[in-house]
């Protein structure tokens, strides 16, 4: 009996041992796949797409939102005379009847054909109503414009990846991308046995994240008055382009951001990638004499000279290394003072300044003021031309760089700098966000930065001052708003072509802010190539006050004289 | 105990049978909604774009402001 008893447990053990290696095969080693198998019988796996998100300006308009749009598709086997329906679908989809026809009897056999990529909800509902076999649409979300073209460059544009997938270009939409994409998530659908939907078990894993919204500094007002009359602008003086931006001088905001030409984000593809580009941080130029007031800066913040030092090589012509320095006009002050340097745009005089400044000290103050560094702004495609290295700095580069010559910057570099004058000191970081808001409702502000302070407040109150004068006593007083305290100075920077500048061609420019005694707004205008003046004070500085006064009368700034005062 | 626990599950499939069919009703009413939301907000922001209203200004016979008043000082008071 003990051997048969032994025998029938021995057996019992090894089938048990058998269906335990079996359950683990299935449950451990297969589990996965079963599950699998399980979810595609009772359920349905479906892609939950985000929807990007919007950008809006300080008002909290949405100058980038998304519309809804339709894929209009047709099964062809369902389509029995195939002419009338060309014919009654031609002028809504606007497309040639014979075209439909083609595409109809070229796809006979198939279940599905695309007849228009994208047409708007009113045509859909329009199509819809025909009631025609086989037509169908699939709903898509498209970038939306409400304000068209207005700040193409600073947005930027959607297109597609490697993947066919929404991808953000230049400008916020290429620097922002991940933020306005959000995260794609997955959902399953159990549904029973006759394909409808159980509610207990609906939506098991979720993990879409919608993109988040950018609210900008960008003052939609001021953004479409820049842009038209930077255009207007740019007709007026016969100019190949410009840019200009405002700033808030006290946070480092982008109020407006504007440069032409441009391009229709809408039709992005139409245009010439090189107009992709927002040339107000990705194109260098040569400051010219807008750079004048930062060096003269350097060297009152170290106390080598007060605004009424005067020069005394300012007489004529001053020779450095065999090369001769002359002023703009070829007319000379002797011992002007360095307010009257500033004011007359005097070359000369910035050769004296750059003498008692000297090399180290010169390249240490535009280290300072961010010269050849970037500035952090929150836009794709910024870049920073770097500075010579000090061995490879003359004599003669020295005295030129001193009025803006032979050196370059981006314009955003520029405002920067000038935001240090505007500002006590502090130069602030530029930045076109405002704040972030999450598809929970969360808002994230970006506080702004302060990036570091390279001259004393008192210094900055001196340069404001010489620059108010400039503006009062220059070549461009009679374009200023009357009454108004502006502080600001003209650039005119000819164009370096094979070694030698091209002595009609130039970039115009006028950097300034007011009022002078409370900044509100820093503005830069940039004017590439005008052929009715090649001189800042003619073009690009009118071009700026113009813009002050509609900044001003915006603002509610009254004027601190009235023009009787002024006048005297 | 069983018996009791099977019933008492007859009935709640038996009353929740038919949800499913609600579901996908409200579900496209609810899709239906949100889709005539986003149309609505086209609609607003198209019309409220300043491109807009500076076009329906200009219809209305709105002429841009060319020059401002400042009044700076008190004004003088008639007296008769």
Redesign the interface.
């Given at each position: 009996m003990t051997w048969r008893y032994r025998f029938a447990l021995g057996l019992f053990f090894l089938l048990f041992f058998f269906v335990v290696c079996r359950l683990f095969y299935w449950q451990v080693v297969r589990a996965q796949e079963l599950v699998s198998l399980g979810k595609a019988q009772y359920g349905k796996e479906v892609s939950l797409t985000t929807e990007r998100g919007e950008i809006k300006t300080a008002d909290d308009?949405?100058i980038v939102?998304?519309?809804?749009a339709y894929l209009v598709y047709v099964n062809p086997r369902l389509v029995k005379e195939r002419d009338t329906y060309a014919e009654r679908l031609s002028p809504l989809l606007e497309i040639e009847e014979a075209t439909i026809s083609a595409v109809l009897s070229e796809n006979k056999e198939k279940y599905w054909v695309a007849l228009k990529q994208t047409v708007d909800?009113k045509t859909k509902e329009r199509i819809a109503n025909l009631n025609l076999p086989g037509v169908g649409f699939e709903e898509k979300r498209l970038r939306?414009y409400?304000?068209?073209s207005?700040s193409a460059k600073l947005l930027g544009f959607v297109g597609k990846d490697d993947y066919g997938e929404d991808k953000g270009y230049f400008g916020l939409e290429g620097y922002y991308d991940k933020q306005l994409r959000g995260k794609a998530g997955t959902a399953t659908i159990i549904?029973?046995a006759?394909g409808?939907?159980?509610?207990a078990k609906?939506n098991e894993s979720v993990h879409k994240i919608d993109g988040r919204n950018l609210v900008l500094h960008i003052d939609?007002?001021l953004q479409?008055m820049l842009d038209r009359e930077l255009k207007k602008g740019i007709e007026t003086y016969g100019a190949v382009g410009g840019m200009a931006a405002i700033m808030n001088p006290k946070t480092g905001g982008i109020l407006a951001m504007s440069s032409f030409p441009s391009y229709d984000p809408r039709s992005y593809h139409e245009y010439s990638d090189k107009l992709y580009r927002n040339p107000f941080i990705t194109d260098t130029y040569e400051p010219g004499s807008t750079l004048k007031p930062l060096v003269m800066g350097s060297a009152i913040n170290l106390d080598l000279l007060t605004p009424d030092t005067q020069c005394d090589i300012c007489a004529g012509p001053v020779s450095v290394s065999g090369y001769e320095v002359k002023t703009w006009n070829d007319k000379y002050t002797a011992n002007s003072t360095m307010t009257e340097v500033i004011q007359h745009s005097d070359n000369t005089g910035m050769v004296f300044v750059g003498r008692l400044l000297g090399l180290d000290r010169l390249l240490g103050y535009f280290n300072k003021f961010g010269i050849g560094e970037m500035t952090g702004i929150d836009l794709q495609g910024e870049i920073a031309p770097d500075l010579r290295p000090r061995d490879d700095w003359y004599a003669i580069d020295l005295a030129t760089a001193t009025f803006g010559q032979g050196i370059t910057v981006t314009p955003i570099e520029l405002l920067t700098a000038f935001s240090a004058i505007a500002n006590g000191g502090n130069r602030m970081e530029p930045h076109v966000v405002a704040s972030v808001e999450t598809s929970e409702g969360d808002i994230i502000n970006i506080p702004p930065k302060v990036l570091n302070k390279p001259v004393s407040a008192q210094t900055a109150r001196i340069i404001t001052e010489m620059m108010v004068n400039a503006v009062d006593k220059g070549e461009s007083k009679w374009a200023k708003p009357k009454?108004y305290r502006i502080a600001g100075k003209t650039g005119t920077a000819q164009i370096p072509v094979a070694g030698h500048y091209d002595p009609n061609k130039t970039i115009t420019s006028f950097v300034g802010f007011g009022p002078a005694d409370d900044p509100q707004f820093l503005m830069l205008v940039v004017i590439d190539r005008p052929s009715s003046s090649i001189y800042g004070s003619e073009t690009a500085a009118p071009l700026f006050f113009n813009v002050a006064k509609h900044v001003l009368?915006y603002y509610g700034i009254?004027?601190t004289k009235?023009e009787s005062e002024e006048e005297e | 105990m069983i018996f009791t626990l099977a019933l008492a599950r007859v009935a709640i499939v038996n009353s929740i049978s038919t949800t499913g069919e609600e579901l996908v009703t409200i579900q496209t009413e609810l899709e239906e909604y949100k889709r005539k939301n986003e149309i609505l907000k086209e609609k607003y922001l198209q019309e409220s774009s300043l491109i807009h209203l500076e076009e329906k200004a200009e219809k209305f016979g709105f002429v841009e402001a060319k020059s401002q008043i400042n009044l700076s000082a008190p004004l003088p008071l008639a007296r008769n």
């Open positions: 308009f949405s939102a998304n519309k809804l909800n939306f409400p304000e068209g207005l549904h029973d006759s409808q939907p159980i509610l609906m939609r007002t479409y009454g009368a009254p004027p009235s | -």
